[in-house]
């Protein structure tokens, strides 16, 4: 089993920037992929960013590039997402997922309980 947690979360304005993190723990030795999902009301929850914990492929979603940058710390099993310049329509709860592929959300394990982001224009 794998536990999760996110944190970084938290209300800014339109423009700004956050960074999330999510720190992974219990069997760490497999995780294939850890990713950031995202779930607004009353929308599926989506992929935003994934990475293959302890090499380098990553996943982007359309609607992060060029924004968003996800990177891992693998001696600290914490998965980071940095978000810039964010709009209104990023306003979602961004959960951290791990022992998937790509951002294939249902390929996913592990989930940790999220961490809301609120973005205000």
């Known amino acids: 089993q794998v536990q999760l947690v996110e944190s970084g979360g938290g209300s800014v304005q339109a423009g700004g920037s956050l960074r999330l993190s999510c720190v992974a723990s219990g069997y760490t030795s497999n995780m294939d992929y850890m990713g950031w999902f995202r779930q607004a009301p009353g929308r599926e929850r989506e992929g935003v960013a994934s990475i293959y914990f302890g090499g380098g492929s990553i996943a982007t979603a359309d609607s992060a590039k060029g924004r968003f940058t996800i990177s891992q710390d693998t001696a600290k099993n914490t998965v980071y997402l940095e978000m810039n310049s964010l709009k209104p329509e990023d306003t979602a709860m961004y959960y951290c997922?791990?022992?998937?592929?790509?951002?294939?959300?249902?390929?996913?394990?592990?989930w940790g309980q999220g961490t809301q982001v609120t973005v205000s224009s």
């Open positions: 997922a791990a022992g998937g592929w790509l951002l294939q959300l249902d390929s996913y394990r592990y």
